[in-house]
C-alpha cells in the first residue's frame, strides 16, 4: 500500500520544540519533492517547507530561522525540526510527498498524510 505515515505532533508551550517525521512506503518507486503544510482552523492549508530530491530547500517565511526541513533518502522519511514555537504555529500538520508510485507509473502525482496536530500553549 502506497501512504505517507506521520508522527511526532503534541503540545508543547511556547518557545518549545518538536520534530515530526513521514515515512512514505518502501514501495514507492520514486520520490521527488518532500514538503509539509500546515492547515490552522478556519485557515487555508499553507506550505510550510518543502526539500527537492537534490536537497534543496523552501520556507514559509514565518517560519525561518526556527524550522528546518531534512531528509533521510535511503529511509523516504522527511523531518521538520520545529524550534522556538509559537502559539500562531498551531495546525495540523501534512506530509506530502511528489511521487512516481510504480516503475510502470508515467506521471508523478501527490501523496498526504494523515495529518499531526501540533498545539502550541502561550
Known amino acids: 500500500q502506497v501512504q505517507l505515515v506521520e508522527s511526532g505532533g503534541g503540545l508543547v508551550q511556547a518557545g518549545g520544540s518538536l520534530r515530526l517525521s513521514c515515512a512514505a512506503s518502501?514501495?514507492?518507486?520514486?520520490?521527488?519533492?518532500m514538503a509539509w503544510f500546515r492547515e490552522a482552523p478556519g485557515k487555508q492549508r499553507e506550505l510550510v517547507a518543502k526539500?527537492?530530491?537534490?536537497?534543496?530547500?523552501n520556507y514559509l517565511d514565518s517560519v525561518k530561522g526556527r524550522f528546518a526541513i531534512s531528509r533521510e533518502y535511503a529511509k523516504n522519511t522527511v523531518y521538520l525540526q520545529m524550534n522556538s514555537l509559537k502559539p500562531e504555529d498551531t495546525a495540523v500538520y501534512y506530509c506530502n510527498a511528489n511521487v512516481l508510485r510504480t516503475r510502470y507509473t508515467s506521471t508523478f502525482s501527490d501523496l498526504w498524510g494523515q495529518g499531526t496536530q501540533v498545539t502550541v500553549s502561550s
Open positions: 526539500i527537492t530530491n537534490n536537497g534543496n530547500t
Open positions: 518502501e514501495s514507492i518507486f520514486s520520490i521527488n519533492v
